[in-house]
Structure formats: structure tokens, C-alpha cells
């Protein structure tokens, strides 16, 4: 069964500072996808990662295959990113990691 | 187009009881699968369904079943409520079975939050 950490937990910055939060998993796996949950529940499908890197806006993530770890990336932070970031791995079944809460201060 | 909805949005049921929470895809997706997320844990996959068929079970007693309708509308439906059970449920839908960027992308509806006392 695959293990999903992500790290760190909470993490609280300030506004233009540039974040990373990691994921790492321990079986090989199809894909990686990075989700984005606001207050409320609601949750936005960020990036699919199978190999290298993708960019949307200020947003990078990277994914090692022979690691097994992934980063997600936020360039010149904004308090409107704030919210809880989630990894999940697909190989026969998803598993989801419990989240990066983020605070970004103004 | 609207997108995901679910309801109700809010729901406060006591152990013991049957709750039915119900999901609206996408206009257009024939996938649909149900998430619980307990507070401050990510979610865990509970159903998958395709073309009205159960193509996905994650690892849940057989309390918990869901279908699809013909319209690609979804159930899920809880029996013997317990405090565990207390959650939000989420519902995605799809074009396609796999997840995936695109045309497999995931979109997930607002959620139900049900309380169990």
C-alpha cells in the first residue's frame, strides 16, 4: 500500500515569500496530482505530474520518479493562496496525503 | 455550465440512522466518485462509477453503497450511522474513468458535511 507524507503540516509566511511543499510516497506510481482546498471544502485540481516539472502562473511543481518525491512551488506569495495544499498519487487506487495548511500573512 | 453540485450541503443526523447524500455531475461526465474527508485528514476514496456501473471501491464496511442513475446522477448512501462517520463527503466527476489532465480532469463539487451525534 502506498504512504503519502507531505511536509511541512502548517506553514505560515509572508506575503512575497516563496513556499515549498514537499510530498513523497513509497511505491511507484501512474501519476502525481496537486489539489487546492479553501475554507469551506471546496477543491481545485492544480497539476497532473507523471515526469519533469509543469507551470501555471506562479505556480511550479516538480516530480523525481526515482525519489518518489514531489514539490510543489509558489512564487511572490499572496494571502489569496491560502488554503490547504493536497499531493495524491494514483497506482491502482488514489491516496491522498493529509495536507499542507498554508497562512499567508499580508 | 454549472458545475459539481451536491446536497445537501449541511447535515446533522444520530447514530444509528441512514443518511443519503446526493451528487449532480457535470453536464456530460459519466464519472462520478465519492470521497470522505475526515477534519484535518486528506481525503480517502470511497466509490468510483462509470456509465452507471461501480468501476472503483476504496476500503469501507459495507455500510456504505452508492449508485448512478441513467442521467449520471449519484447517491451515496450510509446505514448505521457512527460518530466515525461524521465527515465531509466529497463528489468529482469526469469524462473518463482514469484521472487525469484534460479531458480526464477531476472536478470536485462543494461537499456535505455531515455531523453524526
Known amino acids: 500500500k502506498n504512504e503519502v507524507e507531505q511536509s511541512p503540516q502548517n506553514l505560515t509566511a509572508q506575503e512575497g515569500e516563496f513556499i515549498t511543499i514537499n510530498c513523497s510516497y513509497s511505491?511507484?506510481?501512474?501519476?502525481l496530482h496537486w489539489l487546492q482546498q479553501h475554507p469551506g471544502g471546496g477543491i481545485v485540481s492544480l497539476f497532473m505530474?507523471?515526469?519533469g516539472k509543469k507551470k501555471h502562473g506562479r505556480l511550479i511543481a516538480t516530480i523525481n520518479i526515482q525519489e518518489k518525491h514531489s514539490s510543489l512551488h509558489i512564487t511572490a506569495s499572496h494571502p489569496r493562496d491560502s488554503a490547504v495544499y493536497i499531493c495524491?498519487?494514483?497506482?491502482?487506487?488514489?491516496?491522498f496525503g493529509k495536507g499542507t495548511r498554508l497562512h499567508i500573512l499580508p | 455550465d454549472a458545475g459539481v453540485t451536491q446536497s445537501p450541503t449541511h447535515l446533522i443526523k444520530t447514530r444509528g440512522q441512514h443518511v443519503t447524500l446526493r451528487c449532480s455531475p457535470i453536464?456530460?461526465?459519466?464519472?462520478v466518485s465519492w470521497y470522505q474527508q475526515v477534519l484535518g485528514q486528506g481525503p480517502q476514496f470511497i466509490f468510483q462509477?462509470?456509465?452507471?456501473?461501480e468501476r472503483g471501491r476504496g476500503n469501507f464496511p459495507d455500510r456504505f453503497s452508492a449508485r448512478q442513475f441513467p442521467n449520471y446522477s449519484s447517491e451515496l448512501n450510509v446505514n448505521a450511522l457512527l460518530l466515525g462517520d461524521s465527515a465531509l463527503y466529497l463528489c468529482?466527476?469526469?469524462?473518463?474513468?482514469?484521472w487525469g489532465a484534460g479531458a480526464y480532469e477531476q472536478y470536485f463539487g462543494p461537499g456535505t458535511r455531515l455531523t453524526v451525534t
Open positions: 462509477y462509470y456509465e452507471k456501473e
Open positions: 505530474l507523471s515526469s
Open positions: 495524491a498519487v494514483e497506482d491502482d487506487k488514489i491516496i
Open positions: 468529482a466527476s469526469s469524462l473518463e474513468v482514469r
Open positions: 453536464s456530460g461526465h459519466k464519472s
Open positions: 511505491v511507484g506510481i501512474s501519476a
